[in-house]
């Protein structure tokens, strides 16, 4: 072996992750808590000034104790041998650092970069204004730095009828913060031009809308229940949609979360109907076909009836309706967006892989693995993300061990390859302070920060 080129050992193994959300920092710390794996050193890099993704930028921000997760996270960031590297975009060395350049300075490479996108509907009129991705909705209320900050304000408040498509959780999210008032999202961290929007907004009727019905929707009931127990929303559901075909009977039968969310629906058809504000109409059966409006917007939402057969497939039944809209939200599922050099499944829009072996057209490529979204798809809640570390970790430990990792350069630090303005660990803790202080400010815990270069400045290194 010669001087400059290092085979690693467990012990002086030096890894890049690529994505600081909870897969991430999982890998991170499953790779820290392996046998002899004390003095390695992890590098966790992002795009973003901050570290935490989506549970900062994707969790709803009136879901305060699953935020706290960001507090675990953080303590992951105390422990040596870990560093956070914010705004370092990784790319093929287009616009950011070569993912190659990394590779050659790493012992291995982990990405973990997420599922940064929303899956298309594929209907006409999906493009008109007023369309719009819950993904961009969720960035602006949580405050991201890719999103402006009255970038739905004037729309929110021309609004008075909005159709949320798809029954997951995200879908619940976005019609909860729609249809809460100003009391009941004042302690959040949400940025005060967001709190602001959604006070002024002229939302009045909310339609959420699934393909299939009640028995068959993503969502959890926790999350579901939540919308019943709002200040000044009410929630109306057609007695047609809770009458369950066979194949849904079964379903509810079988699957206890089924049963619960069915529960929950078939008492709201039966409660009496309160006077509120607004008004979230939950529609099943109801599959959008196409978005009719003209140059200004979109105008309505053409939906056709479906019914689920006996053997549980969905079909149109060839009853339309036209429901007068202003706005619409599709919230259909997360994607993830392929990284230039890296092979991609873009029917699934995952980093293909073995265990979180990336896979080439040979077989596994030698040091680079994958976790997370970007790994199996944008599904499963934050802790599952951990079960996906472990098993990527592993991977990369035999790989190690069995020595198939490729040698790293040589022994310099491998930040040195990395330009631009970094945000380091110590940068991201005064970013974390200047949160608090503005959230103290307006007696709140926090307030999240979400211009860019306002975290850049705080968190830009100090000599
Ligand atoms: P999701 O759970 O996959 O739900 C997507 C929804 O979109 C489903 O109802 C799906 O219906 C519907 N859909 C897909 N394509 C459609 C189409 N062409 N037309 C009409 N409807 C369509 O996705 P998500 O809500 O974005 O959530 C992503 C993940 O994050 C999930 O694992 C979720 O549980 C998690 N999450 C959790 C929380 C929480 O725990 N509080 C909060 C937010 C997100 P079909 O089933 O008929 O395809």
Redesign the pocket.
């Known amino acids: 072996m010669t001087s400059a080129m290092r085979s690693a050992s467990r012990d002086d193994l030096r890894v890049a992750i690529i994505g600081a959300g909870p897969a991430g920092m999982y890998a991170a710390e499953a790779l820290l808590a392996s046998d002899h794996c004390q003095n390695a050193r992890v590098d966790v890099i992002d795009r973003l000034p901050t570290p935490f993704g989506?549970v900062r930028y994707?969790?709803?921000p009136d879901?305060v104790s699953?935020r706290s997760v960001r507090d675990t996270l953080d303590r992951i960031l105390d422990r040596p041998g870990i560093r956070f590297l914010g705004g370092v975009h990784v790319d093929d060395g287009t616009r950011g650092i070569p993912l190659d350049l990394l590779r050659a300075s790493y012992d291995a490479v982990v990405l973990t970069y997420g599922a940064s996108t929303?899956?298309?509907?594929?209907?006409p009129g999906e493009d008109l204004a007023g369309s719009i991705s819950?993904t961009e909705f969720v960035r602006w209320y949580t405050g991201h730095p890719d999103s402006r900050p009255d970038e739905f304000t004037s729309l929110l408040s021309r609004a008075s009828r909005i159709a949320v498509?798809?029954?997951?959780?995200?879908?619940?999210?976005v019609v909860r913060i729609l249809a809460k008032t100003r009391a009941e999202l004042e302690h959040t961290d949400m940025p005060e031009h967001v709190l602001a929007a959604l006070e002024e907004s002229a939302v009045r009727e909310i339609y959420l809308?699934?393909?299939?019905g009640p028995a068959?929707?993503?969502?959890?009931t926790?999350?579901l229940r939540e919308l019943g127990e709002l200040a000044d929303a009410s929630v109306r559901v057609d007695p047609r949609d809770i009458v369950l075909g066979p194949s849904s009977a079964a379903l509810v039968a079988d699957s206890k979360v089924a049963a619960r969310n069915t529960a929950v629906i078939d008492q709201w058809v039966n409660q009496e109907a309160a006077h509120c504000s607004r008004t979230i109409h939950v529609r099943f059966f109801t599959?959008?076909v196409r978005l009719e409006g003209g140059a200004h917007g979109v105008e309505s939402v053409v939906v056709e009836r479906t019914e689920i057969s006996e053997s549980g497939s969905?079909s149109g039944t060839g009853e339309f309706e036209t429901i007068p809209i202003d706005v619409v939200i599709r919230?259909?599922?997360?994607r993830g967006i392929e990284l230039p050099g890296v092979p991609f499944d873009v029917q699934r829009g995952v980093v293909p892989n073995d265990q979180g072996r990336v896979l080439g057209p040979n077989g596994p490529i030698r040091g680079l693995y994958t976790s997370g979204w970007i790994k199996r798809g944008?599904?499963?809640?934050?802790g599952?993300n951990k079960k996906d570390a472990v098993e990527t970790i592993k991977a990369l430990l035999e790989d190690l061990d069995a020595g198939h990792l490729p040698r790293r350069r040589d022994d310099s630090d491998p930040t040195s390859v990395i330009t631009g303005p970094v945000v380091d660990t110590q940068g991201w803790r005064r970013i974390d302070e200047a949160e608090k202080e503005l959230g103290a400010q307006r007696s709140r815990s926090r307030t999240t920060i979400h211009d860019r270069e306002a975290a850049l400045r705080v968190g830009a290194p100090r000599d």
């Open positions: 989506l994707g969790v709803a879901h699953i929303d899956r298309s509907l594929a209907i819950a498509i798809g029954v997951g959780n995200v879908a619940v999210d809308m699934g393909r299939r068959e929707a993503a969502w959890t926790k999350e599959k959008p969905v919230s259909v599922g997360y944008p599904s499963g809640i934050i599952t």
